[in-house]
């Protein structure tokens, strides 16, 4: 099972949007055009389909569901480049 970061540890090890958006631009994410303004896309490697994976953050970090979508951001990289969540923390 792949351990996951709950969006409440995200108090122990606080991270902003701007963090999360370097590591992605340093680790040849794009961005993508999205038409809500509240939420950034990136598109990156692609699933076992072909499909290239997006992930979605929130353009700030006070938003009622940020914690959540950060979070989520980060299990989801952890998943793909087979590292613990706190490996992709400390990278951000």
Same mark, same amino acid.
């Given at each position: 099972?792949?351990?996951?970061?709950?969006?409440?540890?995200?108090?122990? $090890?606080?991270?902003?949007?701007?963090?999360?958006?370097?590591? *992605?631009? $340093?680790?040849?994410?794009?961005?993508?055009? $999205?038409?809500?303004?509240? *939420?950034?896309?990136?598109?990156?490697?692609?699933?076992?389909?072909?499909?290239?994976?997006?992930?979605?953050?929130?353009?700030?970090?006070?938003?009622?569901?940020?914690?959540?979508?950060?979070?989520?951001?980060?299990?989801?990289?952890?998943?793909?480049?087979?590292?613990?969540?706190?490996?992709?923390?400390?990278?951000?």
């Amino acid at each position: 099972m792949t351990e996951k970061v709950l969006s409440d540890e995200l108090h122990t $090890h606080p991270l902003k949007v701007a963090d999360i958006v370097s590591y *992605l631009n $340093h680790n040849g994410w794009q961005a993508v055009a $999205h038409p809500n303004k509240r *939420l950034l896309v990136f598109q990156g490697a692609s699933d076992d389909s072909g499909n290239s994976i997006q992930l979605v953050l929130p353009s700030q970090n006070t938003f009622e569901d940020s914690e959540r979508l950060l979070a989520k951001v980060i299990n989801q990289l952890a998943a793909i480049e087979d590292k613990s969540p706190p490996e992709i923390i400390g990278r951000c």
